[in-house]
């Protein structure tokens, strides 16, 4: 029987990502303009300490059209309580994660670092892939 493929198999690992001290306009800008829903939050160092989703993005919308005011950073309105999977991790264990939540997308660390990202539709590729 073939090895189940892992997580690293399918992950992005070209990943767009943000500061927490960018302005949300932009962020918010940088998520429309790539097409994507969301983004890992890294600080100088590199490590993740958030991600920035379409949703979040909606709050500093509601908040700017209230103030009348875009000031705000990434760090404001990022969601800090992120859940990872290892990028060791076999795809059906994260399918099952993906599953049991209502998350798009998981940061994938490796070593304490932030090394790729997998999303549902990877998830679904990988079992496309190989249980055709």
Not at 47 to 66: E, I, M, P, R
Not at 101 to 128: T, W
């Amino acid at each position: 029987m073939p090895a189940v493929p892992l997580v690293s198999d399918y992950m992005a690992r070209d990943l767009i990502s943000l500061s927490p001290e960018m302005e949300i306009n932009h962020a918010m800008n940088v998520l429309l303009d790539n097409h994507i829903s969301g983004a890992p939050v890294v600080d100088a160092t590199g490590t993740l300490v958030g991600v920035l989703s379409k949703k979040d993005c909606l709050k500093a919308a509601l908040d700017a059209s209230y103030y009348r005011d875009w000031g705000r950073t990434v760090a404001r309105y990022m969601s800090t309580d992120v859940q990872t999977i290892p990028a060791g991790m076999d795809i059906v264990t994260a399918t099952e994660a993906f599953v049991s939540s209502a998350f798009r997308r998981f940061p994938v660390m490796e070593n304490g670092r932030l090394v790729g990202q997998v999303s549902r539709a990877d998830a679904l590729r990988a079992m496309r892939d190989n249980w055709k």
